[in-house]
């Protein structure tokens, strides 16, 4: 009986490395919205020439994260209110979707892990740890996603919520909203455990339209307090007469 021969260990390009590294950065708001990508400071970074750089940075441009402007490099995308209003009823229909399909084909043991990372991200919200809150909330969507099975539903919801993610530091959640949050999360295990996909599907797409409107309610915020103060329009005129 021969021995089994070991696999190769597979090591990661750094093309696929260098794309990670930068969608981090951007993501965690290292790069920030409206910020110009430094592609000399970068390459130093990363000890990298500028040629498989910015091969990564077009693949972060093909998934709504940068933008290219011609002859003055990349740009971290910022998203617009319209952009905002338009890709989030998307998303909220694509969680619809993926809750009725979830609830079809997901497995004991699947539900199981979903209620495990529920439990996690209570914890997070326990101690008031944002960052680990989000990261499992994603996990947990990301879940859901997974046991719909369905391929092009998941590359579209990736690339949507890529982009949308984009607005997390600047949405103001306050403690009431974040407390909200985690009981419309803690609403989504009765449906999954029943495999009630109706009840799921109208939950999520819910959960969506109220984060949608945080994200809103603060970018027009921001808006509002940038503005700078309207002066009164005196009539000179008046003013003459009365003195």
């Known amino acids: 009986m021969s021995e089994p021969q070991?696999?190769?260990?597979?090591?990661?390009s750094l093309h696929d490395e260098l794309v990670d590294?930068?969608?981090?950065?951007?993501?965690?708001?290292?790069?920030?919205?409206?910020?110009?990508?430094p592609e000399k400071e970068l390459c130093t970074q990363f000890a990298v020439s500028r040629t498989p750089l910015r091969e990564a940075l077009k693949v972060l441009a093909s998934e709504?994260?940068?933008?290219?402007?011609?002859?003055?490099?990349?740009?971290?995308t910022s998203l617009t209110e319209k952009d905002i209003?338009?890709?989030?009823?998307?998303?909220?229909?694509?969680?619809?979707?993926?809750?009725?399909?979830?609830?079809?084909?997901?497995?004991?043991?699947?539900?199981?892990?979903?209620?495990?990372?529920h439990g996690k991200m209570v914890d997070c919200f326990k101690r008031?740890?944002?960052p680990a809150y989000f990261a499992i909330n994603q996990l947990i969507h990301a879940r859901i996603m997974a046991a719909a099975g369905n391929g092009v539903l998941a590359d579209v919801h990736r690339l949507i919520s890529l982009r949308l993610r984009l607005t997390r530091y600047s949405a103001n959640m306050s403690d009431e909203r974040w407390r909200q949050a985690v009981e419309e999360h803690e609403g989504f295990l009765e449906p999954l455990k029943a495999r009630d996909g109706e009840r799921l599907a109208a939950l999520l797409k819910t959960h969506i339209e109220?984060?949608?409107?945080?994200?809103?309610?603060?970018?027009?915020?921001?808006?509002?307090?940038?503005?700078?103060?309207?002066?009164?329009?005196t009539d000179r005129r008046a003013l003459t007469r009365h003195r």
Do not use: T
């Open 210 to 233: 109220n984060k949608a409107k945080v994200v809103l309610d603060s970018l027009r915020a921001a808006r509002s307090e940038a503005r700078p103060p309207q002066r009164r329009n």
């Open 128 to 130: 008031g740890d944002r």
């Open 85 to 117: 209003e338009e890709a989030f009823p998307v998303l909220a229909n694509l969680e619809r979707m993926a809750g009725e399909l979830a609830c079809a084909r997901i497995s004991d043991e699947e539900v199981v892990e979903i209620q495990v990372q």
């Open 6 to 12: 070991p696999r190769p260990i597979r090591r990661r």
């Open 21 to 37: 590294r930068l969608r981090e950065m951007v993501l965690e708001g290292v790069l920030p919205p409206g910020k110009r990508v």
């Open 64 to 76: 709504g994260l940068l933008e290219l402007l011609p002859n003055r490099g990349a740009v971290v």
